[in-house]
């Protein structure tokens, strides 16, 4: 039972990217999945959820309108598309899973290993 967050990488400020979120051994439909990140010396903090159900998602405010949140349940897949990347968005970012969406860390019960996202010129 694992998650694995890949997709990172180097962009330049006003670029984008789209990160993936793929489980195994279990069926990532069951679950709201999240998305975190965590920069150099600072707290996680939550950036993004999906519910089971698509239509169900959140944003945190530094994000809203720039990142798009997505699910395949066929693939076991969920994404994190990120358009107008700041410098301030370079952080490793993570996905987790948890019984519903939240943005605290505490709620979810399994983490990936994180995927650096690194948005410098």
């Known amino acids: 039972v694992q998650l694995q967050a890949f997709g990172g990488g180097l962009v330049q400020p006003g670029g984008s990217l789209t990160l993936s979120c793929a489980a195994s051994g279990f069926g990532s439909g069951s679950y709201a999945i999240g998305w975190f990140r965590q920069a150099p010396g600072k707290e996680r903090e939550g950036v993004s959820w999906?519910?089971?159900?698509?239509?169900?998602?959140y944003y945190v405010h530094s994000v809203r309108g720039r990142f798009g949140i997505s699910r395949d349940n066929a693939k076991n897949t969920v994404y994190l598309h990120m358009t107008s990347l700041k410098v301030e968005d370079t952080a490793v970012y993570y996905c987790a899973r948890a019984r519903s969406g939240s943005l605290r860390t505490n709620a979810y019960d399994l983490w990936g290993q994180g995927t650096l996202v690194t948005v410098s010129s």
């Open positions: 999906i519910g089971t159900r698509s239509d169900s998602v």
